[in-house]
């Protein structure tokens, strides 16, 4: 799904592999989102890189209380 993705809004990468990944999209802007085991997450439409980071960090806290 992520390679997709990637393909579709033209940031393919050679290596696709859980972590965090900041791409272009033609539609939203910047984004950035994570791949972590069987889920995937991230933040649209903040223009803010911190505040994108500090709620990117909530959702994975709050899915490692969860585990």
Avoid: C
């Avoid at 990944?21 to 069987?38: A, C, L, N, Q, S």
């Amino acid at each position: 799904m992520i390679q997709e993705y990637l393909l579709h809004t033209g940031n393919l990468q050679t290596r696709i592999e859980e972590g965090h990944f900041t791409v272009k999209d033609p539609y939203h802007g910047e984004i950035d989102f994570y791949w972590k085991g069987r889920y995937i997450w991230g933040a649209l439409n903040l223009d803010e890189p911190t505040i994108r980071s500090k709620y990117l960090k909530l959702f994975e806290d709050s899915l490692q209380k969860r585990e």
